[in-house]
């Protein structure tokens, strides 16, 4: 059941594969009767489409999602809601020479072995980076629920190539803010750095190479008291969701690994009552104690591997002759996948989020 | 459901409060017929074990699990096994004054919220490190059953308040290292640096504070094509496992957020034969790609917040009275729980990997 | 997450609604790389289609399924298979005057409860029988599966209004008599009492009214030893499986209510040795104790209520007014849904079967 | 993870064998400070215990519950409860000839394979009906719970070896002859037929043999609108946890089985409005349309075969030699285990609806 996102009472079952018929998602579990902005969905996987700044592939995905289920008189049923997305524009010949020669850093061999090489190789199959699309259609539809209960959520730009955006401000951010960010091209806090991280992609893409970097996300408006103690906590849900990411190779609630470097003193958040309310004077846990909200923004951070398909010749194995081979990729393929896994890490954490309150 | 640990078909059901009646665990889905070695189980929970040193706590644990069900024989049985720990040494006076002031970096006050103030709040109750308990008496009983098949884990601290250890050769890591390892009384690689941590650690006692560090783990022996895409891969399971733990706060996989600054070609490890199997020449990606393991060591590493519990006085709330107090907190509390939570690291590392091959 | 039939770690997650976008399902956890002859999952769903003997409703359903992911050069992936299925002919003014008084026996009013409202109550919504297309698909998909193993199943027609046909042979059913059944327009085994069924549900028909009935399965094949005792035993995931069939209302293994007259000595199956292999003399328990299979046939009926849609004037509710109303029920129903329910159940018992084997 | 029942976000983890240390359960997901009252806990498992008058085993069990965790102050505190029964009076050589020869209609022979000789034989291990004895703490816990939201169970012997007792009124049940039937040595509804029903089991035990029965269970004080469509509604949840308790056969939602003799325009509940609640003018549907309560009492059956363990020799196999052979079952058995397994139904029904409303 490794595609169904189970998260309490929520479920998100993610289908399809990269050049196969379509892919989507099936949402179990949602509240009946929310009415949900459709264009709002779209403008949220918008974000995720490629850009046009020569930083993503060519590769013009309509991505536009059929409804099937789930909604009606715009409005949420409560009943099971599912999207299709049809792959339109697939180009699979651009995939031929990948079939038996791993791409290092990719599945493709680990995909093979774990599926007796019977899984779909085009374009990575069900591994592809494509197969988020639905999840930020599930995430978009989970943030318009969130977004009725006061919480918000929003994701930017931490880190791309050792450039560095300012954190969020851990004690609270404003919809303004967040508003900003997400209509930005590159989704930065600091408009100051986006430039030099279009730089240092331009310039791994001229060598032929990718580069990784950081998405940081924070969540406002949740109450004091969401989560549980030991494995189904806010820490546990949203690390299974944001390990579901094709890419993500490590995550942090608040200091993370700079707790390695701190004392106690300095790392318990000190609280305090304001207007009646316990509040943090520093939010270094990220909002998350014993795996439960004190009531601060969730903050966490993701690391994104840079992708591992690029244009460089690379030693490899072709794993079906079990001989050593070199591999030459051609094809589409992003320099750095960080601008568009932003609005993906923001989805699923609006469906980890949204899982605990229903 | 917060407390069952479930993974695939395998369940690990964690009970008790730290000044309850006892803690312990149920495990569900063990394959039968597997010879356990109980003297193992509790030399594998001694290493949890408050150390003599003074760095931890004077609380005597005995700590001797009791096995209720699930052997026969000297054997698993397939059926549920549970073990049951008492709590004798508890002193639970020592606590009398935290009830309602919150410590602060403690689960007091959201705990207090998430259970409308039912829980049992003495000693941290359901929050209690000592909840890792059973956890490691789980992850004994499933490393055993692992290490038939070849498969072996080790945990180490790899630092602790800015002092670091070696890290594991990601290529390989020789049983012989792995014993000694875990024979020592503080598990490092290198053990020059045993000392300077064990004076940072004391340093920060004498100041009445604590410090963090990071736990690096390797799992050797996993064979190729162990895991899935998505939300039910090696890293989605390890990590809803390790924030299972009290005080964990990040977990990375391979060069984890090293890689926002490493280039695509040198993040991809390079793939090549070598006796008919296919190895990589860099291991940065912990052995794990698309969710599912490569065949090379699976390497991952996790933060440890310092332990909140300092004997300096805090700046705090009460939260029954809703009102600014301050705090100073008395009792037995070790001044760093890394070196205890190394043994616990590798104890939800075995349950995770386990689920996999059952 | 009511419509994921989640076993084990096999999940089927259906959607749709009876007048929505389209209705189909998400199979996730099939083994990888076993071939699928799509024309006999066409043949399998054909048995549920509707009959053209006056007995079912006139709608004429193509009900192609299109298969949009996990299924590649004929084979199966391993990844998530999807099937859509179009809602085309779907005239849904025909149930403009059902949408406030509720159909007594249906779920209208509950739903409306649940659903606070919001359900899509076109044609009963997701609460429709035509949702049962998809789950025959996903039963047929298993049962190929199965059948590769020497496993194979067979349902028919136990009882309509009164008339019953002869039980299987529980100590073993024929390939032949299986295949002969499923062929069958009434699927019974003795084809004595097709006519008189047929002839009970004319008869109800031309009163306006419906009848209900019996339906039998059997699974020959199963190795001894598959299932477990206690909450995931066989008959608890065949009952989850059965009951998530609109109108199934009882299920029975083996005698089920019949052991309420038996003594012990006659209940309890003898045993022998046959060719080196424990066989039983009879087959009371449906091939089933402790939850387990036992080498024998498994056996279960499960109840089917009349359907509920009938022309007659019927006293209700309108439960918006909420107030007293007459209903009329026009539009097209069957007068007996047992007929189609018969492949329904197999699939179903195809896909509980299969998630013990995977 | 066959020994959880997991419906929702409740779940117990039963656990122990017949004769091992003992046995018991973890409960997870009950709400917090909810005040238990521990004596009714104990009156409820009495009336599971075995009877003074002759019909049922001499064993004289304690089965004093020892609550570990989960339990302060008189109230649940919402982490996992936990109760383990300790095994005293076990005189486990009475089962000493039945390790390898099978006892016909029991699970020796399949849990045999299904461990691979490895689980505990003792009275039948994990499979023993000693294990109710957890099942019934539990659903004491959620019955007192239910309680206090105005929802009551009761069940009571319907038949035992063809003497039926009255059935309940299914527009409704007062308080009174719930708590009547439940205080009763014969938990029936008419008196009159109890001594019937001892003559019946009397007879069968001088005859070496013994007898079945079928257990009826109402729920009252349901609102309109619990459960789901398809596989997580009323009749899903609540067959999974009946079809747990060792012996139960099958089970019936409202007229169950009678539906196959029945007119849709009889099988449907007139609906009409009272007091400007919606109700049924008849329930032949057990309170249940689509898997969702419709406000009248909740009613099934559950068939109970008659007990496998009786004292005639019986022909069977020695599943280790492998060959035929005769058993002569000794050791002390009821000849007749529905009145120790009313209760037992009535607690699991408990467990199966409060898992709704958490």
Chains 1, 2, 3, 4 share one sequence.
Do not use: W
């Amino acid at each position: 059941m490794s595609s169904v996102l189970k998260l309490g009472e929520l479920s998100v079952s993610v289908f399809g594969e990269s050049h196969g018929g379509g892919i989507g998602c099936v949402i179990d579990g949602l509240p009946s009767g929310i009415a949900l902005d459709t264009d709002a969905i779209l403008s949220f996987m918008a974000r995720r489409a490629p850009k046009k700044d020569g930083m993503s592939t060519a590769r013009s995905e309509a991505d536009k999602p059929e409804i099937l289920s789930g909604f009606f008189n715009g409005k949420t049923t409560g009943t099971p809601l599912t999207a299709v997305i049809r792959n339109t524009d697939t180009r699979s010949q651009d995939y031929s020479n990948i079939s038996a020669a791993a791409r290092p850093g990719h599945a493709d061999y680990t995909g093979f072995v774990r599926y007796e090489g019977a899984n779909d190789p085009r374009g990575g199959g069900h591994f592809s980076g494509r197969l988020t699309a639905p999840l930020v259609f599930a995430g978009a539809v989970c943030g318009q629920i969130l977004a009725k209960r006061g919480i918000e959520s929003c994701a930017h730009i931490l880190a791309i190539d050792g450039v560095y955006d300012d954190s969020f401000d851990t004690l609270g951010i404003s919809t303004e803010l967040m508003n900003s960010v997400k209509m930005r091209e590159m989704p930065v806090i600091n408009e100051s750095v986006a430039e030099k991280m279009r730089e240092r992609v331009k310039l791994a893409a001229s060598e032929l190479d990718s580069v990784g970097g950081i998405i940081e996300c924070a969540v406002t408006g949740l109450p004091a008291g969401i989560g549980s103690p030991m494995f189904d906590g806010l820490e546990n849900r949203i690390s299974q969701a944001v390990f579901g990411i094709p890419a993500v190779k490590a995550i942090a609630f608040g200091k993370g690994f700079g707790f390695a470097e701190m004392r106690g003193s300095e790392a318990n958040d000190e609280m305090y009552i304001e207007n009646g309310t316990v509040k943090t004077r520093t939010n270094n846990n990220g909002g998350i104690y014993g795996g439960i909200s004190g009531g601060m923004p969730v903050i966490f951070t993701a690391a994104i591997r840079p992708t591992p398909s690029i244009a460089k010749p690379q030693n490899t194995v072709d794993f079906i002759k079990n001989e050593n081979t070199e591999l030459v990729i051609k094809g589409r393929h992003d320099a750095c996948i960080v601008p568009r896994a932003v609005p993906v890490v923001e989805a699923v954490a609006n469906i980890a989020i949204l899982s605990f309150l229903i």
